[in-house]
């Protein structure tokens, strides 16, 4: 079993959606967790980062962490054509220097 | 803005070459890493470094090296190129256990 499962998807959805993704993790050390963005063809770039449960908001996007579930949750409102691409959830636990875990990623399509 | 570059976008390599992967950030961090991507498989770690000349395997070094001479530098080399070694190859930096910055990625193909 992965320390961090995501699923692959593709997910497709209509724009003006509200888009759901979604990490489970096996290791309850995790305390820092990011939701990184990749458009094909180049490299991921951070969108959300946050250590503590409960909700973070930013523009569009809301990051969510219930860790008594160990689930994590990215909200994405209004998608846009834009917001197609792969979002991939990351995350580290305190004492694993800067070693950072990966999902495999949740590959978006968000239709016009 | 925190800013990675890779040497190279595309690659087209031999088997047997010996292939340098270069990889700058410009912020002064002490971590950097570099990443393989495949599809299904995910990000899996190959080599990072905390501090110039010092270097840590990953998850999947063998066929590899690095290098770190400058703080701001960090190569991978592929001694011997392979077609197994065909991939997405992403390098990114940190400072102290935070979040990692990446590059666009070098796509090298081995043929």
């Known amino acids: 079993q992965k320390e961090v499962e995501q699923d692959p998807g593709p997910l497709s959805v209509p724009e003006g959606a509200i888009v759901s993704l979604n990490c489970t993790y096996s290791n309850s050390a995790f305390q820092y967790f990011m939701w990184y963005r990749q458009y094909s063809r180049k490299g991921p770039e951070l969108l959300m980062y946050t250590y503590s449960s409960g909700n973070k908001e930013d523009g569009r996007f809301t990051a969510q962490v219930d860790k008594s579930s160990k689930y994590i949750s990215l909200f994405i409102r209004d998608s846009q054509p834009s917001d197609s691409a792969t979002y991939l959830c990351a995350m580290t636990a305190p004492g694993a220097g800067n070693m950072l875990t990966f999902g495999g990623g949740t590959r978006l399509m968000v239709k016009p | 803005d925190v800013k990675v570059t890779q040497s190279s976008r595309y690659l087209v390599k031999r088997t047997g070459e010996k292939v340098f992967l270069e990889c700058v950030q410009d912020?002064?961090?002490?971590?950097m890493f570099w990443y393989r991507q495949d599809p299904g498989l995910g990000l899996r770690l190959i080599y990072f470094?905390?501090?110039?000349?010092?270097?840590e395997k990953g998850d999947i070094p063998e066929g590899y090296s690095v290098s770190r001479e400058k703080k701001e530098r960090f190569s991978l080399i592929l001694e011997s190129a392979s077609t197994n070694q065909t991939s997405m190859y992403l390098c990114a930096s940190s400072h102290g256990a935070g979040t990692q910055y990446f590059g666009p990625g070098t796509r090298l193909l081995v043929l």
């Open positions: 912020m002064d961090h002490e971590n």
């Open positions: 470094s905390y501090d110039v000349k010092m270097k």
